[in-house]
């Protein structure tokens, strides 16, 4: 068992590896992410933000939560149309032909959009220091946001998965993000849901990102959290296990 373990870590490395070195010659990928979140932040902050009643005095950490979660949601797309190229170029069943842990080729692809979405994270939230983002939040506050991005990442990541084992073309492989890019806004990211209309707000109120998104600002202004944490990790984690479930199914489909 110790064997197989290794040997899979080994391979998942290799794959890693690989994914890894397409992003990094191709920096253009990260940047794109980057850009459009850092845009409208910008937009929000300082076009739209003084007509905005958010009910904080400083609307960059009001705003950099849902910032945060459209830059997730616009990074899968390419995890989406890297599998896509990849099952079309016959790259899978070359790496099956070789003495590898199946699954690792996958897990790859999974784990480049983790470390290339934590890097646009990053770029973003030094941009909001820098346009006067302040946090009073504490190490474990930090770490608690950072395990709530992770499992978004890996909930949308295997969504994305889906996408790119069973589309047909390549717009269609990441055409199924503009819908999850679009959902922040819809939610209390941009304002609070209570200036919305009945309808809108019963749904702002009840879709993931409002709690993912309240649970964030929560942890890094140093306030209570409540029970908004649990709904949010529960909306990752139930997400994810349920793509994964699929996306599994599709990859043994397809190869």
Request: charged share 10%; net charge positive.
């Amino acid at each position: 068992m110790e064997t197989v373990k290794k040997h899979f870590f080994s391979d998942m490395g290799v794959m890693l590896g690989r994914s890894m070195r397409h992003i990094f010659r191709s920096m253009d990928t990260i940047i794109t992410v980057a850009i459009t979140p850092i845009a409208l932040m910008l937009l929000f902050v300082y076009v739209l933000g003084g007509a905005i009643h958010s009910g904080s005095d400083n609307y960059v950490n009001y705003l950099l939560p849902g910032i945060l979660l459209i830059a997730i949601a616009s990074g899968i797309a390419y995890t989406a149309f890297r599998l896509f190229t990849d099952m079309q170029r016959g790259i899978f069943e070359r790496f099956h032909s070789m003495p590898i842990a199946r699954s690792t080729v996958l897990w790859g692809h999974v784990l480049t959009s983790l470390v290339s979405n934590f890097i646009s994270v990053a770029v973003i939230i030094l941009v909001a220091l820098i346009m006067g983002f302040r946090s009073s939040a504490g190490l474990l506050s930090w770490l608690a946001v950072a395990v709530i991005l992770v499992l978004f990442t890996l909930a949308l990541t295997w969504l994305a998965a889906i996408a790119g084992l069973s589309a047909k073309s390549v717009d269609g492989a990441s055409a199924f993000s503009y819908p999850l890019i679009f959902l922040p806004f819809i939610s209390s990211a941009f304002v609070p849901t209570e200036s919305m209309p009945s309808a809108v707000r019963a749904f702002a109120e009840n879709q993931p990102v409002t709690s993912i998104v309240e649970s964030i600002r929560a942890l890094l202004s140093g306030q209570p959290v409540g029970n908004d944490i649990w709904v949010a990790l529960a909306w990752c984690v139930g997400i994810m296990l349920v793509a994964y479930f699929f996306a599994m199914r599709a990859y043994k489909k397809r190869v």
